[in-house]
T-cell receptor, first 114, second 111 residues
Framework: DADVTQTPRNRITKTGKRIMLECSQT?????MYWYRQDPGLGLRLIYY???????NKGEISDGYSVSRQAQAKFSLSLESAIPNQTALYFC?????????????FGPGTRLTVL | RKEVEQDPGPFNVPEGATVAFNCTYS??????FFWYRQDCRKEPKLLMS???SGNEDGRFTAQLNRASQYISLLIRDSKLSDSATYLC????????????FGAGTRLAVHP
């Protein structure tokens, strides 16, 4: 079984719809992250959480919100989807700080906003 | 200017070839460096960390040049299975405390 799972894997939606992307992990890591990947750009951090009570904005948080329901679950919401949020979204976890620790990524969610 | 820049490629090489990728970073506060590998339509996975003295893992060698602010990845004896996109990743400290991902360099190894 995969250590980091994401649902759905693919989603097509319309402008203005609310969308939730879910991430679960069985690695027992405290730290969880949401990234988006666009062609020609590196992964960019949307939000991150170092434990259940700690939520922080990344570099591109506008238009997104998150919920850390448990140590193992971290959800990303698009309250009102817009076409430029079409991207590949990755959840990641790490045991320790990003300065030294490996980021373990989920398989990704391909989101298309029409 | 991007904080982490990579030649997007693709680098098309035959099996057995040696290929090198460079990555430049703009912020001298960069503290840690990594290479991740991403297969087509898959998630990135850590290939190796890059240490100041350089490090090797089998056919892969990573080098860091702090003075010139670049990192390199050398792959010897390329295999078909090495075909992927290689992401250069830099950790910025000093108040930034974040990972910066390069857009990646695509490698295609052909028979």
């Amino acid at each position: 079984d995969a250590d980091v799972t994401q649902t759905p894997r693919n989603r097509i939606t319309k402008t203005g719809k609310r969308i939730m992307l879910e991430c679960s992990q069985t690695k027992g890591h405290d730290r969880m992250y949401w990234y988006r990947q666009d062609p020609g750009l590196g992964l960019r951090l949307i939000y991150y959480s170092f434990d259940v009570k700690d939520i922080n904005k990344g570099e591109i948080s506008d238009g997104y919100s998150v919920s850390r329901q448990a140590q193992a679950k971290f959800s990303l919401s698009l309250e009102s989807a817009i076409p430029n949020q079409t991207a590949l979204y990755f959840c990641a976890t790490s045991h320790g700080p990003p300065r030294t620790d490996t980021q373990y990524f989920g398989p990704g969610t391909r989101l298309t906003v029409l | 200017r991007k904080e982490v820049e990579q030649d997007p490629g693709p680098f098309n090489v035959p099996e057995g070839a040696t290929v090198a990728f460079n990555c430049t970073y703009s912020n001298s506060a960069s503290q840690s460096f990594f290479w991740y590998r991403q297969d087509c339509r898959k998630e990135p996975k850590l290939l190796m960390s890059v240490y100041s003295s350089g490090n090797e893992d089998g056919r892969f060698t990573a080098q860091l040049n702090r003075a010139s602010q670049y990192i390199s990845l050398l792959i010897r004896d390329s295999k078909l299975s090495d075909s992927a996109t290689y992401l250069c990743v830099v950790f910025l400290s000093g108040g930034y405390n974040k990972l910066i991902f390069g857009a990646g360099t695509r490698l295609a190894v052909h028979p």
